[in-house]
Nanobody
Framework: QLQLVESGGGLVHSGGSLRLSCAAS????????IGWFRQAPGKERELVSC????????DYAVSVLGRFTISRDNSKNTAYLQMNSLVPEDTANYLC????????????????WGQGTQVTVSP
């Protein structure tokens, strides 16, 4: 079975950067669409970004467009989320998710999830 483990979260100052990693094991990540979600206390979980199986197509939430970059390296069985120009509103638990379905914005089909990594951005 596919297992996902996130890493790279932490505490950063406003304007700083973090790179999150999503390492897969058990099954080749190349067979899966990858999404990064985030959930802040008291807020709904939202899709931040997603990437297709080959990496040819990406999508971003408007709130992070131009600041975050999603990527994947199937040879390393890992996906990434580069986060730049962070602001306190980005503070959340960030989760990596995967699905076999090929349209990355169909959020209800993500059925493999990591445990999440906390990102905290101080003012």
């Amino acid at each position: 079975q596919l297992q996902l483990v996130e890493s790279g979260g932490g505490l950063v100052h406003s304007g700083g950067s973090l790179r999150l990693s999503c390492a897969a094991s058990g099954v080749s990540l190349a067979d899966y669409t990858i999404g990064w979600f985030r959930q802040a206390p008291g807020k709904e979980r939202e899709l931040v970004s997603c990437i297709t199986k080959s990496g040819s197509t990406t999508d971003y939430a408007v709130s992070v467009l131009g600041r975050f970059t999603i990527s994947r390296d199937n040879s390393k069985n890992t996906a990434y989320l580069q986060m730049n120009s962070l602001v306190p509103e980005d503070t959340a638990n960030y989760l990596c998710a995967a699905m076999l379905f090929s349209v990355c914005g169909v959020t209800e089909k993500y059925d493999y999830w990591g445990q999440g990594t906390q990102v905290t951005v101080s003012p």
